[in-house]
């Protein structure tokens, strides 16, 4: 029964910090690039986009599709970034207890 009680301590635990993870996604900003770094995207961890910045020599009218693509890759890449920052961050909070390999919280 006690190893229960130390269960459910940790389970709270853990869910307050994940809690607390949640809000501080908020504040984290990841950025995201293409075209070596001509289309820059910036978002939070949770994939709010909060802007985009074209370099000028890519817009070209007659290349619309090229652009929309690389504003695509660059939201792409700061995804993935976003991705791992709450992947390093789960694995801070989940350090020590005893969940089954591979089990994915988010």
Excluded: H, Y
């Excluded at 501080?24 to 939070?44: N, R």
């Excluded at 890519?58 to 791992?84: F, H, Q, T």
Aim: no cysteine.
């Amino acid at each position: 029964m006690r190893d229960l009680m130390g269960i459910m301590k940790q389970a709270q635990a853990m869910q307050q910090k994940m809690e607390e993870m949640q809000a501080e996604l908020d504040t984290i900003e990841v950025f995201g690039s293409a075209a070596g770094g001509m289309v820059t995207v910036k978002m939070t961890a949770k994939g709010v986009l909060k802007a985009v910045s074209i370099d000028p020599s890519v817009l070209d009218p007659d290349e619309k599709e090229i652009v929309e693509d690389l504003i695509v890759a660059a939201a792409n890449d700061a995804r993935a970034k976003a991705d791992r920052a709450m992947q390093e961050r789960m694995a801070e909070i989940t350090k020590g207890l005893p969940l089954p390999p591979g089990l994915k919280l988010f």
